[in-house]
């Protein structure tokens, strides 16, 4: 069987532990043979990172330590200067790993709003589509989204290893209650994030006064 390879892509601004443990919960159900989670240079769909690229790194690779080669902290994004497109992500992947299956990684938000990604229809060409789902997932209402998917979806992970591409599965993870955006706030209004982000992320925020207010 072909090798199993998941992909989260996002800003990770910062990483923090809603990200991880979904990426694991992912790992466990498919028997990933690997996740790759890919820091965003430049988002298409949301403002600025708060931090740069280069931190944001660093703290994504201290946050996955003890977890490679399972969890492996992937740069090509951030070595790419221009907007992160994923379908442009997939194609270099395809280049990297030629006989693997891909598996993007998506939450229920941002799978319902695919339409309005660049090239959109070109990732079911190039890799599976893991929808992370949470227990009040309610299905799109995209008519264009909604039929897309039906021609695609599966409840086995079989099919991911068996097919090169085009399935959609939907896999229940832990939700933590847990967003970039609320350790931001917190930070900034000087309050602790301690066990919202991994402790070696927590250390090196508290280290270099990261996400303080102005």
Known sequence: MSRLLGLLGGTFDPVHNGHLRAALDV??????????????????????????????????????HG??????????ELRRDAVSYTVDTLHSLHLDFPAARLCLLLGTDTFNG???????????????????QRPDFSATDDPVL???????????????????FGRVLFQPVAQLGISASLVRQRLAAGRSARYLVPEPVWQQIQQQQLYAAP
Do not use: N, Y
């Open 27 to 64: 790992c466990e159900a498919g028997q990933l043979d690997q996740l790759r989670l890919l820091p965003c240079h430049i988002p298409p769909h949301r403002q600025t990172p708060r931090v740069d690229a280069a931190t944001r790194l660093q703290l994504l690779q201290a946050a996955i």
């Open 67 to 76: 977890e490679e080669p399972r969890l492996v902290v992937d740069d090509r």
């Open 114 to 132: 695919l339409p309005s990604w660049h090239r959109w229809r070109e990732l079911g060409e190039l890799a599976h589509l893991v929808v992370m």
């Open 146 to 164: 909604a039929r897309w998917m039906r021609e695609r979806r599966t409840e086995d992970w079989t099919d991911l290893r068996a097919e090169p």
